[in-house]
């Protein structure tokens, strides 16, 4: 049957499994939305706010679900709004086909109205994309973006469709089953066998997990394998949810702004086995200081983060879940009692120096107890996002999150402005409550999607720690630039009541923990979004905290 590449488009994207569109119409993909029309039966079109909104929700989409998340913008200016959604998403390794339309092939390089070089800017940001110039090869070059997308590291990719291919026709057959990715990668038995060596041997072993636990469906081995071993776990941010915060042996996310006992035990262990991770310089600081101490066994499987910024003494190419299957078979069952001892005395010490970090000021919320609060309202099936800066790293440190994907952030590019379409996204994969942690700053990027919030009715609890400030940079102009505020104090009267209101959102302001408990109460019993509003005092900083490219014996744990 002959049909348009419009159509084609549409029936592919049925055809891998996308129930589910975000994005925003143009002229040049008011094809494809004309055939989402006519489709709209059996799959949804979800109209964001703004083109960068639709990005986020459709990464939150692939965080929550492990899915394929899907986006769609014409060209020029709706197409260079989904940039900075598709790095974030290239930076945390999520899953994604971007679609953006494009001028006619003969009008291409002419300057034409809205004509942007969309595959050339997004080059470094994809793992891969492409141009489609012959409608014949369409259907094959979506297919083939979401084979890329999901294999190995996982990624965003990119199809560019010029109006005139949208608007052609030829044969179509849509194939009976999605594409699966390419093979996966696995480890060769003597990699394994020596790795199992390294940890008999050793007396104090550290696993360092991060987001590619999650996205290899490897969360059970990690823990069974710490068992095994007995040896405390600790993450990278976006190794957050990958175990239960309840579980014994994890001790929570380490680095820059993590647990003080699991950076702390990391770098007083003899091996660390460190698996899906990348070694960023906010997990580590000062690299030639970082592994002074211990042994490194990385396993990943892109083999391009081996060595990378770490030297491994022993480095593996291959998938996590794999590997820790085969492991855990080859690894002695071992007791480390005095090991189990120190950790223990690190959690008590971790408890007095989160104590001495943080005040009751009047009037305001102390960043602890609006997590406690909410969290102990939400249930353990909610999702949790946030923005970008401090509130952040007090979720990141302090939310109990008890279920694998539960936890979607932007990890690697720091996107403010990336939560709320996150969320929506999110709650909209699955039909679970969202919360989102944001701050002033961050929640002023993108407030633009408590349009969507409404329109869709998500059931999204947004919590404004709102403290005048732009706080990250604020704390690191405090700590290191003599409390040279420049352009960090916001200064701005907006009211987050007021604001949501006019959305069409329901909202309160919280100033005590009784406010806030009786407010939490109502926003989770609300079916559609709820904001609330937390004043929090611009002196709380996000502690412990190494300097920056600073290292584990100069950490920060309290500021007077």
Known sequence: ?????????????????????????????????????????????????????????????????????????????GATNLVTGIATAYLDSVPMVAITGNVSCDLIGRDSFQEVDIVGVTMPITKHNFIVKNIYELADTIRTAFKIAKSGRQGPVLVDIPKDIQTAVCEFEADRQPVIPYP???????????????????????????????????????????????????????????????????????GMHGHYA?????????????????????????????????????????????????????????????????????????????????????????????????????????????????????????IVATDVGQHQMWTAQRYPLKRTRSFITSGGLGTMGYGLGAAIGATLATGRKAVLFTGDGSFGMNL??????????????????????????????????EKHYSGTVLDRKTDFVKLAEAFGAKGGRACSNEELEKLAAEAFACDGPFVIDCPVDSSELVLPMLPPNGSIDEIITEVR
């Open 262 to 382: 699991a950076s702390v035990a990391e770098d007083e262990a003899d091996l660390v086995i460190a698996l899906g991770v990348r070694f960023s310089d906010r997990a580590t600081g000062n690299n030639s200081r970082y592994a002074k101490n211990f042994k490194i066994i990385h396993i990943d499987i892109d083999g391009a983060e081996l060595h990378k910024n770490i030297a491994a003494d022993l480095a593996i190419r291959g998938d996590i879940k794999d590997a820790a299957e085969r492991l855990i078979s080859m690894v002695e069952e071992k007791k480390h009692p005095q090991w189990s001892e120190r950790i223990s005395q690190l959690r008590e010490e971790e408890k007095k120096r989160t104590a001495a970090a943080y005040r009751k000021i009047e009037g305001k919320l102390c960043p602890y107890d609006i997590i406690d609060i909410i969290s102990s309202h939400a249930g353990d099936d909610v």
């Open 448 to 481: 633009c999607e408590l349009a969507t919030a409404v329109s869709q009715n998500t059931p999204v609890v947004i919590v404004i720690m709102n403290n005048n400030v732009l706080g990250m940079v604020h704390q690191w102009q405090e700590l290191f630039f």
């Open 1 to 77: 049957m002959k049909i348009s590449g419009a159509k084609i488009v549409i029936e592919t994207l049925i055809e891998q499994g996308c129930d589910t569109i975000f994005g925003y119409p143009g002229g040049q993909v008011i094809d494809l939305f004309d055939e989402l029309y006519n489709a709209r039966d059996r799959i949804k079109h979800i109209l964001s706010a703004h083109e960068q909104g639709a990005a986020h929700a459709a990464d939150g989409y692939a965080r929550v679900t492990g899915k394929t998340g899907v986006v769609i913008a014409t060209s020029g200016p």
């Open 184 to 254: 996966l990668t696995f480890v060769p038995e003597d990699k394994l066998l020596k790795a199992a060596e390294m940890i008999n041997s050793c007396e104090r072993p550290y696993i360092y997990f991060g987001g590619g636990v999650i996205s290899g469906k490897a969360s059970g081995q990690v823990a069974a394998l710490a068992d095994k071993i007995d040896a405390p776990m600790g993450c990278s941010l976006m190794g957050l949810s990958a175990v239960p915060d309840d579980n014994p042996k994890f001790l929570g996310m380490q």
